[in-house]
């Protein structure tokens, strides 16, 4: 079973580095979604208790699992830096292509969060969950304008920052954060920082990562507990408006260019990115259907004995 978790982990893995696949989405389809989620929790409060109050560690770790944490990040980490060379080489060598399998799978990622709204709860709030969808769009369609061109040379401070923002991804099924690094221009520089083993870019990297994951896990929690429509709502158009930043054919400074010969190609290229992450998003659906079923089956027994 410790094997498995470690698969598991490079499954994770390796969603986290293709944009438009959500690392959380797959936690969810091989069914460690929430036992991942509990024992980040119970590891940060470890955390926490180790710098305020040690009196209380033994006991806030005696809650953390800590083998299955250890075989998943083995997992994660080991496939992050197999395939991370194969990426950048990629997207570097093939932007266009790159951009249009991205373009279908972060497209078709949309209904991850739209269909995980609640429909009577979204009648409540239906005018603003609509604005801030909107409004959102938008403001990402034109930011992306001004940060998806790719960075040659980011600094540090400007990795440690997207760190903390990319990494909530992890969190949040349907986010994807190799895409966010990808609108804010700072991928291929990611990948090829860890490609080339950049130790200082990845200390950092890492450090932001752990701080995104210690400040916005709660707010995240707490937005998704009482605001989730609205929350979920303001996900989806952030990632509509995104879609900018992964328009096939772009210059150097990330202006819009009209299609070019290879338009045949780039559309087989984007519904091929689509038709992936949609057997993803159906495998979900059919785990949790199956988790539904399995959960209602005790208490079906129960009710005939």
């Known amino acids: 079973m410790n094997l498995l978790y470690v698969v598991f982990g490079g499954l994770i893995g390796l969603a986290e580095l293709v944009p438009g696949v959500s ?27 180790a710098l305020t109050d040690r009196s209380k560690v033994k006991k806030a770790a005696g809650h953390v699992e800590w083998l299955f944490l250890a075989c998943v990040g083995v997992g994660m980490v080991l496939t992050v830096f197999t395939f991370s060379s194969v990426m950048h080489s990629f997207v570097e060598n ?31 709030h239906k005018v603003m969950a609509i604005l801030l ?33 990319a990494v909530c991804a992890l969190v949040l099924p349907g986010v994807s954060g190799s895409f966010l690094l990808l609108a804010l221009g700072l991928y291929a520089p ?5 490609s ?54 772009q210059d150097g400074n990330a202006n819009l260019l009209s299609p070019g010969d290879n338009l045949g190609w780039i559309i087989m290229i984007v519904l091929l990115g689509a038709a992936i992450v949609g057997v993803v998003m159906l495998a979900e659906a059919l785990t949790k259907k199956r988790n539904h079923s399995e959960a209602a089956a005790p208490a079906n027994h129960t009710l005939q004995d």
């Open 23 to 49: 690392g959380g989405t797959v936690a969810l389809v091989v069914g460690i979604y929430e036992r991942a989620i509990h024992n980040g929790n119970a590891l940060l409060r470890t955390v926490k208790f």
């Open 133 to 165: 969808f909107i409004g959102f769009a938008l403001l990402t369609f034109f930011g992306t304008g001004f940060t998806s061109a790719e960075k040659t040379d980011p600094s540090l401070v400007v990795i440690y920052f997207a760190a903390a923002i």
């Open 190 to 194: 990611i990948m090829q920082a860890v």
């Open 196 to 249: 080339e083993r950049n130790v200082p870019v990845i200390i950092v990297f890492v450090l932001g990562a752990a701080t995104g994951i210690a400040l916005f896990i709660k707010v995240l929690d707490h937005m998704m507990t009482k605001h989730r429509t609205l929350t979920l709502a303001t996900m989806a158009g952030l990632m509509l408006g995104s879609l900018r930043a992964l328009w096939p054919w």
């Open 94 to 124: 093939s932007p266009e292509t790159a951009r249009a399998l991205f373009l279908g799978m972060v497209a078709i990622s949309i209904l991850v969060p739209l269909r995980m709204i609640d429909p009577a709860d979204f009648q409540k």
